[in-house]
Nanobody, 124 residues
């Protein structure tokens, strides 16, 4: 069983930074692509960033390019999302997800495992 636990969310003023972490149980972590998604009430879950199993490829939605950075530490079974220059529009519950396919994708249905989410609130 694969379990994902996010941490690092919180309240920050616009222009500030947060780093989200997602700890993944299971020895197959290094074979999974990992992704971050976010969701606000009444809206579909939105792709934010993804990273391939090796970390050699990363993908971002346009609205976060240049501000967010996804990375992973396979020795620690952890994926990170460094979020800089945060904007009120970034306010959402952020979820990490694992894709056994390994290549990374912006499509939510590619991901078999999901965390419980962590709230990020950015004030103006």
């Amino acid at each position: 069983q694969v379990q994902l636990v996010e941490s690092g969310g919180g309240f920050v003023q616009a222009g500030g930074s947060l780093r989200l972490s997602c700890a993944v149980s299971g020895r197959t972590f290094r074979s999974y692509a990992m992704g971050w998604f976010r969701q606000t009430p009444g809206k579909e879950r939105e792709f934010v960033a993804a990273i391939s199993w090796s970390g050699s490829r990363t993908y971002y939605t346009d609205s976060v390019k240049g501000r967010f950075t996804i990375s992973r530490d396979n020795a620690k079974n952890t994926v990170y999302l460094q979020m800089n220059s945060l904007e009120p529009e970034d306010t959402a519950v952020y979820y990490c997800a694992a894709d056994p396919g390994g290549s990374g994708s912006g499509i939510a249905r590619s991901y078999n495992y999901w965390g419980q989410g962590t709230q990020v609130t950015v004030s103006s």
